[in-house]
């Protein structure tokens, strides 16, 4: 019993903060969520019902943000994960100058968002001064030059696409580089022993043996694109609407501070809908890792 009191005093301070500033917070956003013509001004609304999931789920701009949103999670966090998990390989295979390449390739990782956007958007941007790097290395290849900042969808959402990669891709490669490195070479050698092919060896020693690590970067992999806001902005300004761009952060954003802003009930519907959609993908990965993960 003395045992159990000093590890629930041990536990106090982490479950103070967790209601603190996770649960209670949430309580908060879920009933801000059903209040009806809620007032910001003067804090009162006049009924409680789901009129507020039903404007945000058929509001046009929460619409394209989830549809930006969902194509974002479903093309870089594969994406990501895979050219990690190479580019981790190759540096595997490199031992003389492997901590160099760690170093090179964390790079970004520790450079400001903002900063890399800015970066990118000036090799993507046209101007009329330049078409921008981009657009020169394809004409330099005979094809026609793409507004990848200002102009069709698939050009905007490609250039995203990409610097959500470049941007999340370094946290991946270390990740993976520091779970191939406590793989047991003996494994290898036996495989090598018996004749096994490299292919083999990957698909049977070393994925495996690294799967907890795979599944934790795909989990947070998910979790993150659901949540990004900063590449949009960092390539596209706080317009995102207007650009056609936003994300379900965003639109969140927008609905308590942006020009639309002065809307917490829409803010929150919004929010509780990014949670369940968080919470129900979190799940799905969980059940597939019971069979495809190995502890």
């Known amino acids: 019993m003395r045992q159990e009191r000093k590890a629930w ?37 006049f009924g409680v019902g789901l009129y507020n999931y039903s404007y945000v789920l058929h509001d046009p701009y929460f619409l394209q943000a989830v549809k930006n949103t969902f194509l974002l999670v479903i093309i870089t966090v594969p994406l990501s994960t895979g050219l990690a998990l190479v580019i981790s390989l190759a540096l595997s295979s490199i031992r003389p100058l492997r901590d160099l390449f760690q170093t090179i390739y964390f790079l970004p990782y520790v450079t400001n968002t903002l900063a890399v956007g800015l970066v990118f958007m000036i090799l993507f941007q046209k101007t009329e001064y330049t078409d921008g790097l981009i657009n020169l290395m394809i004409q330099w290849f005979g094809g026609s030059s793409v507004d990848f900042i200002e102009g069709p969808y698939w050009a905007k959402m490609f250039v995203l696409c990409f610097y959500t990669i470049w941007v999340v891709m370094p946290f991946k490669i270390l990740i993976l580089t520091s779970a191939l490195a406590s793989v047991n070479p003996d494994y290898y050698k036996a495989a090598r022993v018996d004749g096994t092919s490299k292919g083999r060896i990957f698909l049977r020693i070393t994925l495996p043996m690294i799967s907890p690590m795979v599944f934790y970067l795909i989990v947070t992999g998910f979790i993150g694109a659901f949540k990004a806001y900063s590449d949009a902005v960092a390539l596209f300004g706080t317009d995102l609407n207007a650009a056609g761009m ?8 927008d609905m308590l501070y942006g ?6 009930s829409y803010a929150s ?21 019971k069979k495809h993960v190995h502890y």
Not at 246 to 253: A, K, L, S, W
Not at 259 to 264: R, W
Not at 280 to 288: A, F
């Open 9 to 45: 005093l041990y536990l106090l301070p982490a479950i103070l903060f967790l209601g603190a500033f996770l649960v209670y917070p949430l309580i908060d956003v879920f009933i801000y969520s059903v209040e009806e013509g809620y007032n910001f001004a003067s804090q009162t609304y």
């Open 246 to 253: 936003n994300t379900i952060v965003g639109y969140v954003y």
């Open 259 to 264: 020009d639309s802003g002065g809307f917490p």
């Open 269 to 289: 519907a919004a929010a509780i809908i990014l949670f369940a959609i968080v919470l129900t993908i979190t799940c799905i990965n969980l059940l597939v890792s």
